[in-house]
Each structure stands twice: as structure tokens, then as C-alpha cells.
């Protein structure tokens, strides 16, 4: 399994509205491009989403997803070699408006050499109290399939769940705020097929050995979300947010953002920071102290303890607008261009690659650069 | 014992869209009122193939996942 997959929260939001039930998402169309650039990996590749309204009450999307991944990261380069991968993805779904009711269907297919998954969600959101409140149900099955491409005959199945809640209230005439819950439950095999676990060895000449990670079959997580976003007194708007997650895992986490929209004539700025802490598993160990010493144990540093940082900085630009235009039957195009810069701190992850004695080797620490182009075509 | 709860909190989210429907409740903040917030720059999601695609980024860098409204498939690579 090159790519681990989350494939079950799917692409519930690119197929979601804007969070308001009465109303049916603007037709549009977006042509994106992403690059991923950091800690020796590099995944690029195109995503393309199509949606159009069919009358008054019905709405389709569509959309088609690249990964091409070239990978040489710490876990690849200390316990593998280099490796190069493609994975697509592409999703159909449906919005049905009906009244004040809006309900949605989705199907997920994504596909990779050794690892496929697929995904059926459902929700549907209810406009009330004047529309000032809309409540929103969703359930999601998804049903993996993880192989190995060293093994021909390695097949193994991961189920998931997930239920959703979603409250968007209107508080003031410059006040929005949202609150979800969302709780996500995984059956079956849940560890990296290829990813080792490193435990002390004293008959190594570096003092330590590698064996298969082994995970739990089974994860529940529970994630509340609230957001509130401000329009200042001038044309501008800020944004809060936090979530509280916590899992059958042990790991604790706390995520908060600050958002600041700008617009300036035919241009938007946006700049963001994010902050995100967490607990480890309990069954993470950086250095095991013998080989099977835990019922489970795994080494994946995204379940050690861990802090980011990410500093976003976003710029878009409304190349057409809809108070008349010769492009036929488009109204609005825009194009827009963003920068993630990402910066995780690892508590319990040692870099190796420093090829220091156990006990002095540095933490590792992770800076990634995210980029996004896309274009946005409104009919 | 989780799903159970789920189920409750779901239940009672549903008998309360039912009650909504009892009587009328007077919206505090009128249609005419709500030009700031029909204003592209407070769209939660003004570009979901964007947030969709950043999401799934953090999903596959931190062990957290959802409560965001929003959530990416994609690759968490190694």
C-alpha cells in the first residue's frame, strides 16, 4: 500500500454545497493543478470538476483526480527504496432540491496498484427558522481493498463508516457560524503493508532491527468542528476555527486556524495560519524495546505526538465578470493561486538518516510546500 | 456503545427538525438584511475542489481526521 487512503471522506465537500440547503451550487467548472514538494516526496497532478445544474431541482457533479507520486521520504529511504506511483480517482454525484430539503448522493472509485477503494455517501440538510439554521445528516460506507505489489496473493479488506452532523447558523447580519460533529469508524486492515516498526537489537552493529508494523482492526474517532465567519466593518472578512478529535487510538488532537479575506478591485487575498497538536497511539513506539513487544505497535510518524504550522498565503483573480461579457454563455472566470507552507514537528520521531548512536539521533521535522493553480469557469 | 450514542444524538436531531416545523419561529435577521452574507468573500466554501484537496493533505500528515465540514480522499504517502 504506497498510498495509505482516506478515500471514505472522499470527496464529500467538493460535491457539497456552500452549506445553505434551499439552494442549489452555481454550475461551474474547475481545472486545478496541486504539487506537494517535501521530506523527499513529490506528488503532483491535475483535478478536474465539472457541476451543472438539470433544471430547477437537480444538480450533477463530476469530478476526475490525478496523484502521481515520486516518493523518497524517511520512511522509504531507512526501511525501503524510492519509489514512483499513480493513483485516479474520480466521483459522480447528485443534489436534489426539494423545498427547503437538499438531499445528495455521491459515489467515490479511486485506483492504484495496489491499493482500490470505493465510496457511496448520503446526506441531507433541512433549511429552517427562516433559513437563518440548516441542519445537515450524512452517512458514508466505504469499502477498501489493500494489496501488496511485492505480493501477488496479499488481499486484505478495510471497512469504513462515517456519521455527520453539520449545523450552519446565521447569528448576525455579519456573523456565520457552522458546528460538526463527525464520528468515523474503520474495520479491517488499517496498518502499511510495507512499513516497519524498529525495536533494539543488540546483535545489530546499529543496535537496532526492523519487523512488520502491526495495527488494531479496528479505529473509532470522534471530531467536533465549530467556525464563525465575521464581515469587518470595511469589505473584508475573518474567519475562526477549532476542532476537538479524539479517537480509540489514544491520539488527542486540537486544530486551530485564523482566516483573512481581502478583495481589492478584481483580485481576492486570502492569508491563514494553522496550528495542530496532538497525542500519539498508544501503541506508537519510535524505538520498541524487543522485537514483539507490544500486542501492537506501529512507527508511523503521523501517530507520534506531533505539532504543525502551516502559513497560507492566497491570491485570485476575476478575469470575467458577470456584468456583461463576450464569452457566450460563461458569466464569471477567475483564476486562483495558493501556497501552503507546512512545518511539522515530531515528538517521537527520530531522523535516522542522521546516523547518529540511539539516544542522540536529532527528531525529525517535516517542511513541505503545497501549491495550487486553478482555473474557475461560472455558467 | 458508540453507534448507540450516535444514534441518540441523530434521533434527537431529527425530532427537533420536527418541532421546527410546530410553529414559526421569527427570523432575527431579515432576508433584506443578509447582503453582507450573500457577499462572495463570506462563502464558507467558495472553492471546494481547493479546501478538498488541502484537507486530504492534512488527513495524511496528522493522525486527526473530520469535524471540519469538509474532508479529502486522496493518497497519505509515506
Known amino acids: ?379 | 456503545m458508540k453507534h448507540r450514542s450516535t444514534g441518540r444524538i441523530l434521533l434527537a436531531l431529527l425530532v427537533l427538525m420536527g418541532l421546527s416545523a410546530c410553529g414559526p419561529i421569527e427570523p432575527w435577521v431579515k432576508p433584506y438584511e443578509r447582503d453582507k452574507l450573500a457577499d462572495p468573500i463570506m462563502a464558507l466554501d467558495a472553492d471546494s475542489v481547493s479546501t478538498a484537496y488541502i484537507q486530504h493533505v492534512y488527513e495524511a500528515r496528522e493522525g486527526a481526521r473530520g469535524g471540519e465540514g469538509a474532508a479529502g480522499g486522496g493518497c497519505g504517502c509515506n
Open chain 1, 1 to 379: 500500500m504506497i498510498l495509505r487512503r482516506l478515500s471514505f471522506t472522499v470527496l464529500l465537500l467538493a460535491l457539497s454545497s456552500n452549506g445553505f440547503a434551499g439552494v442549489l451550487p452555481e454550475d461551474r467548472a474547475d481545472v486545478l493543478y496541486h504539487l506537494y514538494d517535501g521530506g523527499g516526496v513529490e506528488i503532483d497532478g491535475p483535478s478536474i470538476l465539472v457541476r451543472k445544474k438539470v433544471g430547477k431541482s437537480l444538480s450533477f457533479v463530476g469530478n476526475y483526480y490525478v496523484d502521481m507520486v515520486s516518493s523518497a521520504s524517511i520512511d522509504v529511504i531507512t526501511t525501503a527504496s524510492p519509489y514512483t506511483e499513480e493513483r485516479k480517482q474520480w466521483s459522480l454525484g447528485m443534489d436534489y432540491l426539494r423545498g427547503n430539503t437538499t438531499m445528495r448522493v455521491n459515489y467515490v472509485s479511486s485506483e492504484e496498484s495496489d491499493y482500490d477503494a470505493e465510496t457511496v455517501s448520503f446526506s441531507v440538510s433541512q433549511d429552517m427558522f427562516g433559513d437563518l439554521t440548516t441542519l445537515t445528516l450524512g452517512y458514508a460506507l466505504g469499502d477498501d481493498l489493500v494489496r501488496r505489489s511485492d505480493d501477488p496473493s496479499f488481499e486484505r479488506d478495510l471497512d469504513k463508516q462515517i456519521y455527520s452532523v453539520g449545523l450552519t447558523q446565521i447569528l448576525t447580519k455579519n456573523l456565520i457560524s457552522t458546528l460538526n460533529f463527525e464520528t468515523i469508524t474503520d474495520e479491517g486492515y488499517l496498518n502499511n503493508p510495507y512499513r516497519s516498526v524498529r525495536y533494539f537489537d543488540l546483535s545489530s552493529a546499529v543496535g537496532y532491527s526492523f519487523e512488520p508494523e502491526l495495527y488494531p482492526n479496528t479505529r473509532t474517532s470522534n471530531a467536533l468542528g465549530i467556525r464563525a465567519r465575521y464581515f469587518l466593518p470595511y469589505r473584508a472578512a475573518i474567519e475562526g476555527e477549532y476542532r476537538f478529535f479524539t479517537d480509540t487510538w489514544d491520539i488527542v488532537g486540537h486544530t486551530v486556524s485564523l482566516t483573512y479575506i481581502h478583495p481589492w478591485g478584481d483580485w481576492t487575498f486570502t492569508g491563514k495560519l494553522r496550528y495542530h497538536d496532538q497525542t500519539g497511539a498508544h501503541f506508537y513506539s519510535d524505538l520498541f524495546s524487543r522485537s514483539e513487544a507490544t500486542n501492537f505497535r506501529g512507527r508511523d510518524k503521523e501517530l507520534s505526538a506531533l505539532q504543525s504550522y502551516t502559513f497560507k498565503l492566497q491570491a485570485a483573480y476575476e478575469f470575467l465578470s458577470d456584468d456583461g461579457n463576450d464569452w457566450g454563455f460563461l458569466k464569471k472566470g477567475k483564476v486562483t493561486a495558493s501556497l501552503n507552507m507546512l512545518h511539522v514537528d515530531y515528538d517521537e520521531f527520530s531522523d535516522m538518516t542522521a546516523l547518529q548512536p540511539i539516544g542522540s539521533e536529532p527528531l525529525y521535522q517535516l517542511d513541505a510546500d503545497i501549491f495550487q493553480i486553478f482555473f474557475s469557469f461560472f455558467y
